[in-house]
């Protein structure tokens, strides 16, 4: 029987579509096959956990750990690959043209070099065009985006662009400020240093000022010292 995982990369590849860790292909998974996936993953991570030498079937602690694994994966932490965006729905924007700003919204994403948590914040700024979007709309577009791997550049890069395309603006500012667990819990293991990555586009590019205003009042919200 063919592995379901390999019935949906024949879907990708046929329409040269790419699958990398921090794309999102809901659109070619069809309903009731994520459940099959689990199935699969669960399956295959068990092998992992034979691999490493754990007696699965007596250690009460690691009996269960391979389904919990695979749901984990495909339904929580790397759900951004497999569901559908949220819904994102526009306003009239009734005249404001100034900027705001939205944060710290949690970011829990995943390394893609050692599947490791990426733990921290988030921040937009936006000035707003011909339309405006909830203000809940952020956290859930930023979530949706967190819940791959990937590394954090691309991960700010991709909130940027999809906050463009869903506030119907192209003035955007991005600054993610995250803890990465490959970091902290291996390698080098420095549990005091972050990572910040920022994102200027539009007006926040050209205008400096704009800029600085928008770091003003990013550094008098919750997530910084201080505050």
Same mark, same amino acid.
């Given at each position: 029987m063919t592995n379901i995982s390999s019935i949906i990369r024949h879907r990708l590849k046929s329409s040269n579509t790419k699958f990398n860790s921090n794309d999102n292909i809901a659109e070619f998974i069809h309903p009731g096959e994520l459940d099959?996936?689990?199935? =699969?993953?669960? =399956?295959?991570?068990?092998?992992?956990?034979?691999?490493?030498?754990?007696d699965t079937e !007596?250690?009460? !602690?690691? !009996? =269960?750990?391979? %389904? %919990?694994?695979?749901?984990?994966?495909?339904? =929580?932490?790397?759900?951004? %690959?497999y569901n559908a965006r949220p819904k994102i729905t526009s306003f009239p924007n009734m005249g404001y043209k100034s900027l705001y700003t939205t944060g710290p919204i949690t970011v829990r994403s995943t390394c893609a070099h050692h599947m490791m948590p990426i733990v921290g914040s988030c921040w937009v700024g936006v000035i707003p065009e011909e339309k405006v979007i909830g203000l809940s709309k952020f956290n859930r577009l930023i979530y949706h985006i967190c819940e791959r791997p990937q590394i954090q550049e691309e991960l700010t890069s991709q909130i940027a662009a999809a906050l463009q395309e869903y506030a119907e603006t192209s003035n955007i500012a991005v600054v993610v400020k995250a803890e990465h667990f490959c970091m902290s819990h291996r390698g080098v293991k420095e549990h005091s240093s972050d990572m910040s990555t920022a994102i200027m586009l539009g007006a926040f590019e050209k205008d400096p000022a704009l800029k600085a205003e928008f770091y003003t009042i990013m550094g008098t919200m919750k997530g910084h010292s201080g505050n």
């Open positions: 099959l996936l689990v199935d =699969e993953v669960t =399956e295959k991570f068990q092998g992992v956990l034979d691999s490493l030498i754990i !007596n250690d009460h !602690n690691t !009996n =269960e750990t391979a %389904r %919990r694994v695979a749901k984990m994966f495909v339904g =929580e932490t790397f759900s951004g %690959r």
